[in-house]
């Protein structure tokens, strides 16, 4: 009888023994997976009569994956529509988006070129910030209260140029967009009296 008692005690240790291990390796996969960081990738969908569209893969609202958005399109010309969600766009007889609450991105050229004339990368609930101006020869600096930049910053950023006259008085103008502590995220480069500008993430 006690050969049989300590018979069970040594199975149900076993057993327990085994059921931790597996549940604490089952927890570390899981916290490596959440702690998983996807490199950014952006991938062709279709050409159409209006604009070249892609899928940016794995996209996570970071200075890193905005950078390599930026990155990508200061190197590919033309009008550019770019999906985070490759199911919510519809291609028949143009195009059609389907899920508005998707995040997407959209770069409008002059032509099959570089010059951009209109980018829109906040097309949810957008939050309107206040800058601090301080103009110079040539250039204006705006001051936000951020730290890391964001794409409801960035598309006041890009409005906010859009909407100022002073780019039109000059053949080139920028304007810099620095964080609350003054370090430089972002520059707008205009050209030819504000018709067309290039955009660097820093």
């Known amino acids: 009888m006690k050969i049989r008692i300590n018979y069970y005690l040594i199975i149900l240790l076993f057993s327990v023994s085994f059921t931790f291990c597996t549940d604490n390796k089952s927890n570390q996969e899981n916290k490596k997976n959440n702690n ?9 969908l279709k050409n159409t009569y209006y604009s070249k569209f892609y899928f940016f893969k794995n996209f996570q609202e970071n200075e890193t994956n905005i950078k390599f958005l930026f990155d990508f399109i200061n190197k590919n010309n033309g009008h ?5 969600d490759e199911n919510s766009i519809r291609f028949e007889d143009g195009y059609s988006v ?11 050229r002059d032509g099959e070129t570089l010059h951009n004339t209109y980018i829109r990368v906040n097309f949810l609930n957008s939050e309107k910030i206040n800058f601090q101006e301080k103009h110079e020869k040539g250039k204006a600096k705006l001051f936000a209260n951020f730290n890391i930049l964001n794409l409801n910053i960035l598309q006041n950023f890009l ?3 859009k909407e100022n006259e002073l780019k039109k008085s000059q053949e080139t103008y920028n304007y810099e967009l620095y964080n609350k502590d003054k370090i430089k995220k972002a520059v707008l480069y205009y050209h030819n009296f504000g018709k067309w500008f290039e955009i660097d993430i820093l």
């Open 36 to 44: 998983k960081v996807f490199s950014p990738e952006i991938i062709h």
């Open 80 to 84: 550019l529509d770019i999906v985070s």
């Open 98 to 108: 389907d899920d508005f609450n998707s995040i997407r991105f959209a770069f409008a």
């Open 159 to 161: 409005d906010y140029a």
